[in-house]
């Protein structure tokens, strides 16, 4: 190749903070979440030097890395975060492992000392390496010039490719100051890293000739078809559509499948619907698309869906088998393993067992009767179910885009049951780490991507305290999110937790001394609003959306209302107890059931 | 009942090729103490300058899905070439190199040389009161050396733990 004048741009030479800005560039970049400090100023220098790149300043760097997990969740693209040494990468590493656990795509540039002072116990510095190397699917620390283009560029490969996950490049200040050569991505592939994504043309079979012969299939799908793109959420719909089976989504899943179309089971697991849980534990067939086992999915692992094969599709291999063992394994992305599937299951000729099957849809319609997500909204109290159902009715009846993020605990297990998500992309929770705080700094990086999109963080008023600094940022960027708080003034899943298996007693579980969410949201200049009336929820509602800012809508509810169904610690998805006024009630919890989490 | 192969203990020499950089050892330790695998043995050091790999062989025991879980997380760690599970891929030899003191003196003495030569452990270290003996061989030749010359004096153990490699033809990379 001739030396063309992109070429020679190829090599040139830059301090290391304008080669971190390039490669970002380079790789995409029109964001950052960030906060200053002492190792990063070379960087922030640079960041004033231009206009390409959009710096969003967080007032906390948990909330950093969560605002890139939502940007990155709504965008399908790597999210990314810049924060300085020492105490800058150890808030940070809260919203790695959440980032970690969900496979949410994200580059953490921290800053570091200079090379010559590292172990030294400079001032602000941490071995981020050290402490980010279990939080983090890989860290870089970079001490050559030479090398900080190549690892930038690596960054954003390991990040985004084969099981998305967070990617920390640890930048000692010298580096950042220093000249050397700036490479582009190289077009070569890595040396060790290249996860497989095409499935196994025989695994592709094997799992469509066990479908066909199913009599009582179920396909239960997760986080992965969302990570693999809209496109294989497409392909899931089209998939399930034509085999005519039944489907149920993890809550990472949400959205991958419609939430009201008819062969839709609801969410399943631990708070999942009665229908869907019984489907798994009844099935004969399970294809599980890009979900992992989890142990809030599969309660008691000896009792989990004893009578079926088991099909697994995960795009990283130390999935399969790592709970339950399966009977076929398929390693690749979701949306080329579900075209493979489509392809192979229209041409494969296994006729496929529909007389069994319309008996096993007359079963599941038979569960669906329990209506297990009943509630009776009565009285002059807000049922916490009926406000998010009432948001997802109003929301959808307006018609705008609407994502929707949670903290943790119970309005969170509400939200994946009353709100319907049509489509992927636009449901944003923190499940495998389960992280209280969760919810407005990632609704801030999706308002960030979707400037014109309604953002909803549903919370609950422990929840949001954790990160309620955030509320400055929406007020510096005019980002207008709505936090909608179910307000019962108690941590509500632990509450709930105590009352089935410590007797009620309430320890430390109150939320005393609460602020006024009004004027609280007011200080940030934001709309306060609270509602208690149950009469006035649906104009309340209707009034946060039509604010053109922020707002923090208070939203009084029951207070000792519990979340059901529930799958108890300990126990299999024939053991689900219904809600009050419902066949059940309270199933005893073993010993061992009160040692899990 | 549970499937005798969920439950039955084996053991497994992995060996792993990986980048020859810095924290890759942290990474593979971290791997094993965070998800709570067992580690027997483990042996690093580099095998190929030119690539920049270095190669690390870990003995280690498990159940037939926790041993495959450990392959499959070495496997997806960015810096990691290749996993292979010696146990599995057929014959292998693994050795071991250690480093014996015996502090003795009389009978005791003469005793402890004459069981070196039996063992074919070399004195690469003597003083009229004390030798070190290298030996090298399979864990068990080694423990059954040490344990002999424990009533005799054996005074310090110096062990490299496992390196493994297959028999015959084909190799690892």
Request: charged letters at 20%.
């Amino acid at each position: 190749m001739s030396a063309s004048p992109e070429t020679l741009a190829a090599t040139r030479t830059m301090n290391g903070a304008e080669i971190v800005l390039q490669a970002l560039k380079d790789n995409g970049v029109e964001v950052i979440f960030g906060y200053p400090g002492g190792a990063v100023l070379p960087l922030y220098d640079a960041i004033f030097h231009q206009n390409a790149i959009r710096h969003i300043l967080v007032r906390h760097e948990q909330a950093a890395v969560h605002a890139a997990e939502g940007y990155a969740r709504s965008t399908g693209k790597v999210g990314v975060v810049l924060v300085t040494s020492g105490p800058g990468a150890t808030n940070a590493v809260t919203g790695l492992v959440d980032a970690l656990m969900d496979s949410i795509p994200v580059i953490c540039l921290t800053g570091q000392v200079p090379t010559h002072l590292i172990g030294n116990d400079a001032f602000q510095e941490a071995d981020t390496t050290g402490i980010t190397r279990p939080a983090t699917k890989h860290n870089y620390l970079v001490k050559d010039i030479n090398k900080l283009a190549g690892v930038m560029h690596e960054a954003f490969y390991v990040a985004k490719s084969g099981r998305p996950g967070p990617v920390v490049v640890d930048l000692p200040k010298d580096i950042l100051i220093g000249k050397g050569p700036y490479t582009e991505a190289p077009t070569t592939p890595h040396r060790s890293y290249r996860p497989k994504t095409r499935p196994e043309p025989q695994a592709i079979q094997a799992a469509v000739r066990l479908l066909k012969g199913a009599k009582r299939p179920i396909v239960y799908a997760g986080g992965g078809v969302i990570n693999a793109g809209p496109e294989a959420s497409r392909l899931l719909t089209e998939f399930v559509r034509l085999s005519g089976m039944p489907c149920t989504n993890t809550l990472m899943g949400l959205g991958a499948y419609p939430a009201e179309d008819r062969q839709f089971l609801g969410m399943l697991g631990m708070h999942g619907t009665y229908e869907a849980n019984l489907a798994m534990h009844g099935c004969d067939v399970m294809l599980n698309i890009g979900a992992r086992f989890d142990d809030r999915v599969t309660g008691r692992l000896n009792a989990f869906s004893p009578a079926s094969k088991k099909i697994h599709a995960d795009i990283d291999p130390s999935s399969i088998n790592k709970s339950v063992p399966v009977d076929v394994a398929i390693i690749g992305d979701a949306a080329a393993t579900l075209a493979a599937l489509l392809e192979c299951w229209q041409q494969d000729p296994t006729p496929q067992d529909r007389p069994a099957l319309a008996g096993w849809w007359r079963q599941i319609e038979e569960w669906r009767k329990t209506n297990c997500l009943q509630y009776r909204q009565e009285g002059a109290i807000i049922k916490p179910q009926h406000a998010v159902k009432r948001l997802y009715e109003i929301t959808r009846e307006l018609g705008r885009e609407t994502f929707i993020s949670t903290e943790v605990g119970q309005h969170q297990m509400w939200a994946a049951q009353y709100f319907g998500f049509q489509q992927p992309n636009h449901w944003l929770t923190s499940g495998g780490l389960g992280t209280m705080g969760y919810g407005l700094p990632a609704a801030m990086g999706v308002q960030v991507a979707h400037p014109d999109a309604l953002v909803i963080d549903i919370a609950g008023e422990a929840s949001i305290l954790m990160n309620i600094q955030e509320m400055a940022t929406l007020a510096q960027y005019r980002l207008p999110v709505k936090v909608f708080i179910l307000n019962n003034e108690y941590m509500g899943m632990v509450r709930q937790w105590q009352e089935l298996l410590h007797g009620s007693r309430y320890s430390e579980s109150y939320s005393a001394a609460l602020p006024d969410f009004v004027k609280l949201a007011e200080s940030f200049h934001a709309r306060g609003m609270r509602v208690s009336d149950p009469n006035q929820l649906d104009a309340a509602i209707r009034e946060m959306i039509a604010h053109p800012g922020a707002v923090i809508m208070d939203v009084l509810v029951e207070k000792e209302e519990s979340c059901f169904p529930m799958i108890p610690s300990g126990a299999a998805h024939n053991e689900m107890i219904l809600g009050p006024g419902q066949a059940g009630g309270v199933a005893g919890v073993t010993d061992e059931g009160k040692v899990l989490v | 009942m549970p499937n005798p192969s969920e439950t039955a203990l084996r053991n497994a020499t992995i060996a792993v090729l990986v980048e020859n950089e810095a924290g890759i050892l942290a990474r593979v330790v971290g791997l094993f103490s965070g998800r709570g695998y067992n580690i027997e043995s483990l042996t690093v050091a580099p095998v190929d300058d030119a690539r920049r790999l270095s190669r690390i062989t870990i003995v280690t025991s498990g159940t037939e899905m926790v041993i495959e879980q450990i392959k499959a997380q070495l496997d997806r760690l960015v810096p990691v070439h290749k996993v292979s599970d010696l146990t599995l891929e057929g014959p292998h030899l693994a050795r071991e190199l250690a480093l014996i003191k015996v502090v003795s003196r009389g009978e005791n003495r003469v005793e402890a040389l004459r069981l070196a030569e039996a063992f074919r452990a070399r004195v690469v270290d003597a003083t009229t009161e004390s030798f070190v003996f290298e030996l090298t061989g399979a864990g068990d030749k080694i423990d059954a050396f040490c344990a002999l010359m424990q009533p005799i004096g054996l005074a310090e153990v110096s062990r490299t733990g496992v390196v493994a490699i297959l028999r015959g033809p084909s190799g690892l990379s």
